[in-house]
């Protein structure tokens, strides 16, 4: 079986941005060694003649008529808004740039 190795989670962890201390770094470490024995238990499972699925038992979705409805109009719509202008939603510049 493949080992998980101290470096592995630390270059992994770097990839991903994250700061792990020497502890994380043993408890992610023993924690994915785990999750491989599990993988390795399930690969030996004879599964031949079983059917892939996405799912355990059969579902079926609930679908509803699309039927059209009268919609709000904008001065109920805008009649919620925090602050609105000139029969538009308002909110915070956020980039920096000016109209």
């Known amino acids: 079986m493949t080992k998980i190795t101290s470096n592995q989670v630390r270059h992994v962890?770097?990839?991903?941005?994250?700061?792990?201390?020497d502890e994380e770094v043993q408890t992610?470490?023993?924690?994915?060694?785990?999750?491989?024995?599990?993988?390795?238990?399930?690969s030996a499972i004879d599964t031949k003649g079983v059917q892939p699925t996405s799912h355990p038992i059969a579902i079926n979705n609930v679908f509803r008529k699309d039927v059209p409805t009268p919609?709000?109009?904008?001065?109920?719509?805008?009649s919620?808004?925090?602050?609105?202008?000139?029969?538009?939603?308002?909110?915070p510049q956020i980039l920096g740039e000016s109209e």
């Open 80 to 91: 919620n808004a925090p602050s609105s202008e000139d029969n538009r939603f308002s909110v």
């Open 28 to 42: 992610f470490t023993n924690q994915l060694e785990g999750l491989l024995e599990h993988f390795s238990a399930i």
């Open 13 to 21: 962890a770097n990839l991903a941005r994250l700061r792990v201390s």
């Open 71 to 78: 919609s709000l109009s904008q001065e109920q719509v805008l």
